[in-house]
């Protein structure tokens, strides 16, 4: 550990109890009975890490892994069950914008009260009042109670008080991704300006593509428990693991049929199937196996921008069909297609298959999707007296992530090249 540390967590842990009904609860805190009523559950577990001044810290891991259970401990919010955290400097912390603000007072007021709870004096925010007000950027409702707001100029204010108040320290929960997209970007240029200041800054975020551009370092936490840190990269890279439940586990190979896991599990096991899917055809064909592998021959649905990835499918035909087409899609969460393709497209022949016939299909491409998140669509149809019929189509049933430290515009990244000479 480094002695020059902004932030020190020491063999942290915090356990709840779990009662199965409110009255163990009352007969616990009131010592009425020897006898255990309780669940003991972990949210983090002997947790131990250093933050370093100067540096950007992020924290990942899958939803319930105790990300936002670890902020609260640094910030005060929640104490530990055992363990202990030191603070070197003062602590902006973007958790749960707004939760200090009283809903009677104006804005102006909450500027006041927020930067007083902080530890800041009237005179300093009286130096960041301007500051505050042109960036959140609600005109004169900040002379009005917040009660008032809605809900987009009550985050603006909360994030602008927050950023404004020039910490030693900056901690980020999700909070970059509050208001419209021009709010949106505002946010990320603070904390650039903040990155090249030198300050501190902890950041936690389900977005990768920030975690690889802005972090120095990343943590990995999972079920309570730190994994491991490292760089971005190497973290990212173990965090997609967990996310499809391999955690380590390594395909082998299984000749010309792809790669399968040693476990024998069925393709789509391995992903999180999108309970809002939708999906119909008249069930003369089946689509009853599906999955992404990314570059490096494993189930995953989080991918690198430029990096090589297939798309399978496993079809089982009920009748004998002419001349069936298999598709996938690639759409955004506004349901735009974005690309796709399909066997007729590729002018690749499935050889008419028969009753009873299972063929498995494997689309290998390059992405270059802007970071972001997709839906994966797949479909099996033919054509019929000139009419197209569907046989079974999945619509959105898993969801694709794509990750990377560089954005272009647009959809697509057309791999620009620059060359600069000076004359």
Known sequence: MSDNYAIRIHDVTKIYKLFSHNRDRVRDALGLTRKKLYEEHYALRNVSFDVNEGETVGIIGTNGSGKSTILKIITGVLSPTTGDVKVNGRISALLELGAGFNQEYTGIENIYLNGTMIGFSKEEIDAKLQDILDFADIGEFVYQPVKTYSSGMFVRLAFAVAINIEPEILIVDEALSVGDIFFQNKCYHKFEEFKKQGKTILFVSHDLSSIAKYCDRVVLLNKGSMIDQGT??????????????????????????????????????????????????????????????????????????????????????????????IAFQLKNIHGTTICGTNTMYEKNDLCRPQAGDTIDIEFKQKIDLQRGEYFLSLGCTGFENGELTVYHRLYDIIGVTVISDKATDGFYDINTEITVKKL
């Open 232 to 325: 971005p990269k190497e973290m990212i890279d173990l965090y997609k693991k967990i996310l499809v439940g391999q955690n380590g586990k390594e395909f082998e190979a299984a000749g010309d049929d792809g790669v399968q896991l040693t476990d024998g599990s069925a393709w789509k096991d391995h992903f999180a199937i999108n309970p809002s899917s939708d999906t119909y055809g008249s069930g003369r064909a089946e689509i009853v196996d599906f999955g992404i592998v990314d570059e490096n021959g494993q189930w995953n649905n989080v991918l690198e921008k430029g990096s090589e990835f297939k798309v399978k499918a496993r079809v089982k035909f009920y009748e004998t069909l002419q001349d069936p087409i």
